[in-house]
């Protein structure tokens, strides 16, 4: 059904459709958003042997975040008076859309996914880059010093890492000669994983989204004992609340994107390939998203110097290393086989 | 045809994101306000500073080593820019291509020394 309406010529019913469909994929993502904060929480707490939430809704704690959500609906919203008022207002909008906008081009099997362009890969890093400056708007507009501080620190640290990141994926363009991401899931079904074939851009590209994330070790940001809350200090209630929502809707898409282009996608083990691919897709992606949370019970936080420093010296260097030694070893399995 | 129409099916896609990913905080801070609270007084609307009375205007003079990152990230994401298209077509462009960027690249890589030396990357 879906190829007929890619071919139809569009309009406003394709507008429609597409307006349904997007809003089921919302629903499926803040759905992911409610239990990911869970899992995090529960993960956490059995890694530092407590128990984590376990008062609401029975043991494993299943409403708990539903219960948070009402409560920062609840919340009084302030705006402070010194504030810059309508940039205060659209900062929380910049820095979420394009964390929704992003999905668009992610392929979950290879019959569900929206748009599916050409240049799918360019489009989220473009795309993504775009939240920086969500947050330096927040930093700004609250006229709040820590928060000023915490906006420039995001600034200075997502753009910093994601040169590594944009770097460290065109061993992967090389290897598969695409942008679009069906086409390099497709890639790696006639040779391997490329996890296997670059496994030096796979831990590049693993550090460089965890300092995108802004998570645990990379989150000063918003290191809470020297910035309060980094550029989100001022912000209450729900407009607060999309600051974190867009934080996790980005562990979605990037623990999407890690599967993709490192895991194979909706691609089957072998010997395994009877289980459907949306099934191999979720163990992928859901292993990914661990790792995301056990970083966090497993490290410290970096000291700011240290962050800048292992990001242009150490990151920026092994990529573009592994690029020409990607393009040499292409050449060199042309030339002999 | 066919493929325009595809082509812009799937940009009209991204559209709908778009539209999705604003009204969703629209929608949401919307029926926030018929839900919350509204009682104002003086001393919530004074900027957060840890407690004591905010002093001077926050938006001071910045450290200039934010700008200069600025600077480096410019050149080196221009530099990915021309990277990306030449990876793309790599398999048919050949060995030459290879020389050609790794020139390329080795003067960016001349420059990032040169930062490095100049202790721009350090940061204080």
Redesign the interface.
């Known amino acids: 059904m879906m190829e007929e ?6 309009g406003l019913v ?2 429609g459709i ?2 349904l469909l ?2 089921v994929l ?1 629903l499926v993502v803040l759905g992911f958003v409610t239990y990911a904060i869970l899992a995090e929480r529960k993960v956490l707490g059995f890694m530092q042997n407590r128990m984590g939430p376990n008062q609401l809704g029975g043991k494993w704690g299943l409403l708990q975040t539903a219960a948070d959500v009402l409560k920062l ?11 810059d008022k309508p940039l205060f207002i659209i900062a ?2 910049i820095a ?6 992003v ?3 992610i392929p979950f099997t290879d019959k569900l996914q ?4 050409g240049v799918g890969l ?2 989220y890093i473009a795309i993504s880059g775009l939240t920086t400056i969500g947050a330096v708007t927040a930093g ?1 507009a ?7 501080l915490g906006g ?1 620190r995001a ?2 640290q997502m ?2 890492y ?2 590594p990141l ?2 460290s994926v ?1 061993g992967i ?2 290897l598969s ?3 679009n991401l069906n086409d390099i899931v497709a890639a790696q079904a006639d040779t391997a994983w490329f996890i296997f074939l670059q496994p030096v851009a796979f831990f590049v590209f693993l550090i460089a989204a965890t300092a995108e994330l802004t998570r645990v070790p990379f989150d000063l940001v918003e290191a809470e004992s020297e910035l ?1 809350a980094g550029f989100h ?2 912000y209450s ?3 607060w609340a ?1 600051f974190m929502l867009s934080e996790y809707v980005y562990l979605f898409a990037m623990s999407a994107l890690v599967t993709i282009l490192f895991f194979g996608g909706w691609l089957p083990l072998p010997f395994l390939g009877f289980i459907p691919g949306a099934i191999w897709f979720a163990l992928k992606f859901s292993m990914v998203v661990f790792i995301f949370i056990w970083f966090r019970a497993t490290f410290p936080r970096l000291r ?2 240290h ?3 292992f990001g ?2 150490v990151l ?2 092994i990529a ?1 290393a592994n ?2 030694l990607t ?2 070893g ?2 060199l399995f042309e030339y002999f086989f | 045809m066919e493929l325009l129409n595809l082509y812009q099916n799937n940009y009209l896609i991204v559209f709908v994101f778009l539209c999705l990913g604003v009204i969703l905080p629209v929608v949401a801070l919307f029926l926030g306000k018929l839900l919350r609270p509204y009682k104002p007084s003086e001393a919530k609307y004074t900027t957060y500073e840890s407690g004591i009375e905010p002093f001077h205007d926050s938006r001071v003079q910045f450290n200039v080593r934010y700008y200069i990152f600025a600077l480096m990230f410019v050149i080196f994401d221009v530099e990915t820019v021309f990277l990306y298209p030449w990876a793309v077509a790599y398999d048919n462009l050949g060995i030459f291509a290879l020389i050609e960027m790794t020139i390329f690249v080795f003067m960016l890589i001349i420059g990032l020394v040169y930062a490095w030396k100049k202790k721009v990357l350090k940061w204080i």
Do not use: C, Q
């Open positions: 309406l890619l071919h139809s010529s569009p394709n507008f597409f307006f997007g809003t919302l609906l609840l919340k009084e919203d302030t705006i402070p008076k010194l504030a929380p909008v979420f859309a394009p964390s929704f906008m999905l668009a081009t929206f748009a599916d362009i360019l489009y700004w609250s006229n709040n010093k820590y928060a000023l420039m600034a200075a753009i910093s994601e040169i944009v770097m065109l363009i090389l000669g695409s942008l309060i200090v001022e209630g729900f407009r999309f700011a110097d962050l800048m420093e242009w010296k920026v260097p573009l690029i020409f393009a040499l292409k050449e």
